[in-house]
């Protein structure tokens, strides 16, 4: 009971929390800065598929264009962009072959830091890109239909639409955040010019502001 209250404590005061840029998740905004808190999803989970972003609309599953594309049953590498602590591991990797009516999970092989969903290392940090290897389920998930899910115990995540092909496929990343122009720290927009609610992005943040 004792870590619960800290866990959520953490999670409700601090400046942080984490999300998926490779393959690019649908919440994430390649115009927000990296380490702004305006695209971060939280409530991720099997019933909520991709989340939702505070003070911005529902998170839209409208274009299921692949983002990327897996071979069954191959180890394939992700990256989840830690923002501050309470964005951490371990992570939940599954894909639901049905937009997000059921799941099979993935085996997370090198997984992000932290424990409980969060990493103190990254108390004062500006940001850390996670590397994630996973290995891919052996499934059918087709393009149009097939969802990715990355998220942390704390609920912080998201989603991304991808496609499992046949065994001996190549991996490939189609969308990510840098492929898509992604501004790196501090070059991006924070804070209601980022769409958020003002209250989202603490006033030392990097980042184009009004």
């Excluded at 971060?40 to 609309?57: H, L, M």
Aim: aromatic share 4%; charged share 15%; with cysteine.
């Amino acid at each position: 009971m004792k870590a619960s209250c800290i866990l959520l404590g953490l999670a409700a005061s601090v400046a942080a929390h984490g999300k998926l840029t490779a393959p690019l998740g649908l919440n994430v905004d390649p115009r927000v800065d990296l380490n702004s808190q305006a695209d971060v999803a939280i409530g991720v989970s099997p019933f909520n598929a991709c989340g939702a972003v505070i003070a911005k609309p529902a998170i839209s599953r409208a274009d299921m264009t692949p983002r990327a594309t897996f071979a069954a049953g191959s180890t394939a590498q992700l990256t989840f962009h830690i923002v501050n602590q309470d964005g951490a591991g371990p992570l939940s990797v599954a894909f639901s072959p049905d937009n997000g009516q059921t799941w099979t999970p993935a085996q997370v092989t090198v997984d992000a830091p932290g424990r409980f969903g969060v990493n103190l290392a990254n108390l004062e940090s500006k940001g850390q890109d996670a590397p994630v290897s996973i290995v891919v389920p052996d499934m059918a998930c087709p393009a149009g239909s097939c969802l990715l899910q990355v998220r942390n115990p704390i609920t912080f995540g998201s989603c991304s639409p991808v496609e499992i092909a046949p065994a001996g496929t190549e991996n490939k990343m189609i969308k990510t955040y840098a492929s898509e122009g992604g501004k790196p720290a501090g070059f991006g927009l924070v804070g209601p010019k980022a769409g958020g609610a003002g209250f989202v992005d603490p006033p030392t943040l990097p980042g184009v502001r009004d």
